[in-house]
């Protein structure tokens, strides 16, 4: 997957607040690192001011953030929100898992999370979408 | 459908299929069959017995069903409390025998809705107890003499929820000495077997002496309580093996049993109150074999270990939840019959009560229809099957008692590894027991994704959505209605209306018994009563064990 001298994709894995189901999380991370990229898990319980500053810390190019629970609407609003605040404002917003439901997928679209991969989405479509995503925003 | 192309003959691939996986779900070896051969060991009397018999492998009572149809529950919290109290009545009407109430997340990790971390998790996967009126509003208009209620609070919050439950059956006028049902209270299950490293400031051993105060003041006062049920269920839920779902249960139970016994309390009168709950997966037979094989090997660690007199008290009490991970957002209705299948694996071996999954779990919390399928396959098995007539029907299948002793065997290996170690704490304290933990927690995953374990619908007859079975699912209807802002307005509410000297007095009582290492429950009841919160008692007690006011060390006493 990953072309010889081309910057590697830096993503930061991240489990916001009290969600602690992490099994999802941690195959993304398998599956990301197989397809070639750097991954940064955040573990868990991470307020959102924390996951913000990890991202611009370690400089990634994306955050995918994974939810089994919890309210992904204002969650996302609060990370873009210190994103911005701290001048990661052109880091790809990316949200995963059973609570990003197809009724609250346009609001998130329409805040700017790039990438919505509900349950039942096959690793394989994940990575290479983020990929493409991730490359067109950088060029 | 797919057009048929006229000329053209459809082959049928499937003729004379060979099954693609032979061992079990644990990658136990299984042979061809099984004969008297396999079992030319097994002494009838000594390793299996009659049902109601020591060992008690086939079963606890003699008549089992007969006697008592096990209990059958369901999930049930979520949104405030009156909303939870009117699913409960709901569930009850229609064929629940018993009821479960599950706590939110920021309750289940002992903290409280204004904490930093609780923000947008506030009564969504749960209900909220943050203060002796949410039990009131939860069982408001429900028979608490009649009812066994297992609460599935796990970490140090079960001494809060269980004092502000006996404080609101006594405000009814119960003898708390005749209320049956359970409190999970597996504190260090928490360390590793569903999500791992703990919170970081907090003490294993703190965690600990907790558990046994909730031991010890239930043998005293509270005989029919469970106040122990070794959560295994969520360490089988990291992908573990049964050796390791069983051997970390049973080094949890060994660690609370003899932390109770030094306190005094006598093995015979907990020996059976200590209860279990584990998974109930799509391996038949090897999770009939489990419960089979947990309750020999209960019985004889009773007896043998722990000096159990009592035969009745070497009696495992078995719940079990259908296996959440079994289930597939792909083809949701092949869910209904994948938990009858797991459900009905229960009560072949022999449990005392089950509560299913949704079918709706790989989209949300289960919703009112999904609760009234599992409550139906619950009941479908009792009433239609006939399962109910006959004790163990399984027992002396050649098959099913060498897998019993097989699954013993390798629990029992695992199980003193621990043990070699010193123990679950050590296991903890040394990060063994978050790595074996953690190892497992994407194997399951890789298995699918390289199509070593078949599961139909996602890596095997996989369909468009269109041609799916339909199947009500209403998650963003029904969630909807739920919202975590009016219970918070509540509980601030509650918070400015309190006699607040009342609970500082209190409080500073509680601070008092904590620093003495006196059993906290009755001084938890008093401050319940005066109208503390949870986190307001248990920052209490550990700041009385030098300890900081939050587990997760983000927020300050407010009383300071």
Known sequence: ?139 | MEPIIKGEDVKVVRWREKPKKLDTFSDIEVKESYGPEDLKNTNYEEEIGDPGEYPFTRGIHPNMYRGKIWTRRLFCGVGSPSFTNKRLKYQIKRGASGIIVSPDMPCNMDIEPDHPLADGFVALQGAPIYCGKDTDLIFEEIDLSSTSIAFQWCDSSALFTLACFIASAQKRGYDISKLRGSIINDPLHQYFGWYTGGQPHSSPHLKLKINTDIVEYCAKNMPYWHPVVINSYDISQSGTDVFQEVGFGFALAKEYIRSALKRGVDINKIGSRIMHVYTSNMDFFETIAKFRAVRRMWAKMMKEEFGATDPKACRAFITTHTDGYSLTYQQPANNILRIGIETLAAVLGGVQSTDPCGYDEPYCIPSHKAALMSLNTQNIIAYETGVVNCADPLGGSYYVEHLTNTIEDGINKYLNKIEEMGGIIAAIENGWAVKEVNESKIRRDMEVEEGKRLIVGVNELVLDKEEWVPVDIDRDAWLDDISGEEYIESLQAHKKNRDINKVKEKLSALHKTASTGDNLMPATIDTVNAGATLAEVLGTIREANGLHYDPYGMVENPFK
């Open chain 1, 1 to 139: 997957m990953n072309t010889q001298g081309a910057k590697r994709i830096r993503i930061l894995v991240a489990k916001p607040g009290l969600d602690i189901h992490d099994r999802g999380a941690l195959l993304l991370c398998k599956a990301f690192r197989n397809a070639g990229m750097e991954v940064i898990y955040t573990g868990l319980w991470q307020t959102v001011e924390k996951i913000a500053n990890a991202a611009i810390e370690e400089d990634v190019d994306a955050v995918a953030i994974s939810l089994l629970d919890g309210q992904p609407v204002p969650i996302f609003s609060k990370i873009i929100k210190e994103l911005k605040k701290n001048g990661g404002g052109d880091i790809c917003l990316l949200g995963g898992g059973i609570a990003v439901t197809d009724s609250c997928k346009p609001q998130l679209e329409e805040m700017g999370v790039g990438g919505l991969y509900g349950p039942g989405t096959p690793l394989n479509v994940i990575v290479d979408e983020i990929t493409e995503l991730i490359k067109s925003m950088k060029n």
